[in-house]
């Protein structure tokens, strides 16, 4: 079965034939909000917003542990996490889809790992590529049958917001290597990479970063939206040539 995170401008899937919802709890609080159970061209898929169903979870105050957990009780063969982000990189304009291959955290003060307990030996997980191959490669041929381009590697910024960033932080992140900036990537790549999940991130830029592009004065929020509106339909085209990968 294939799980999917959707992010702002995804809080359902439309196209999704809803079977069930359900309310799971974990060791670590509730998740954003029930999972959405349905298939999608007769393929069984699992549905998760991420900032819950009325979009009202804040990036920082996500329970990103309940969520992955939630998501790896159904052993999930895949989980693919659709993510809005600014475009820092020159040719990262809106609209643009990107499967980014690198992250790095600017992230703080969030519950970021499950080997937390004093009574469990020190445990590391090997991040050195954050997203699994298997899930981008596959996210990569279902774009392409879908005829959507997308842009087939790239540096994630996770940044805390919920405020966008300033012109400096973003001439910062670019002198660190980052292409697109976002608030939802960590931990939540970690977390999965913790749980032995295959996860990979499908990103929509829906703005040039702070003084990029057209938004050296300011970022166009109205703008954001309905740049969002019209990418997730073809994000939807590749999920919907995506489950066809999946054999239930
Ligand atoms: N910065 C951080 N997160 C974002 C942005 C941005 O410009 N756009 C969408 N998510």
């Known amino acids: 079965m294939l799980a999917i995170i959707g992010g702002s401008g995804m809080t359902q899937l439309s196209c999704l034939k809803i079977s069930r919802r359900r309310v799971i709890r974990t060791p670590y609080g509730e998740p954003s909000g029930p999972l959405t159970f349905g298939t999608i061209n007769g393929h069984d898929i699992v549905f998760l917003a991420r900032h819950g169903h009325g979009h009202t979870i804040p990036p920082h105050r996500i329970n990103y542990r309940a969520n992955i957990w939630a998501l790896r009780s159904l052993?999930?063969?895949?989980?693919?996490?659709?993510?809005?982000?600014?475009?820092?990189?020159?040719?990262?304009?809106?609209?643009?889809?990107?499967?980014?291959?690198?992250?790095?955290?600017?992230?703080?003060?969030?519950?970021?790992?499950?080997?937390?307990?004093?009574?469990?030996?020190?445990?590391?997980?090997?991040?050195?590529h954050p997203y699994s191959s298997v899930t981008r490669t596959q996210l990569f041929r279902a774009a392409r049958l879908a005829g959507e381009p997308v842009i087939n590697s790239g540096v994630y910024a996770?940044?805390?917001?919920?405020?966008?960033?300033?012109?400096?932080?973003?001439?910062?992140?670019?002198?660190?290597?980052?292409?697109?900036?976002?608030?939802?990537?960590?931990?939540?790549?970690?977390?999965?990479?913790?749980?032995?999940?295959?996860?990979?991130?499908?990103a929509v830029v829906a703005n040039y970063a702070a003084g990029r592009g057209t938004n050296v004065a300011a970022i166009p929020l109205k703008e954001i939206y309905s740049v969002l509106e019209t990418a997730m339909v073809r994000v939807r085209s590749i999920i919907e040539h995506l489950v066809q990968c999946y054999d239930d």
Request: aromatic share 8%.
């Open 158 to 202: 996770a940044v805390q917001g919920p405020r966008l960033e300033t012109a400096a932080e973003i001439n910062r992140l670019e002198s660190d290597g980052c292409d697109i900036v976002g608030m939802t990537g960590m931990p939540e790549a970690a977390l999965a990479r913790e749980q032995g999940l295959n996860y990979a991130t499908l």
């Open 75 to 128: 052993t999930p063969e895949h989980i693919v996490a659709v993510a809005a982000v600014g475009g820092i990189r020159e040719d990262l304009i809106p609209g643009k889809l990107i499967i980014p291959n690198q992250i790095i955290d600017y992230t703080y003060g969030r519950d970021f790992t499950y080997f937390d307990g004093s009574e469990e030996p020190v445990t590391h997980v090997d991040f050195t």
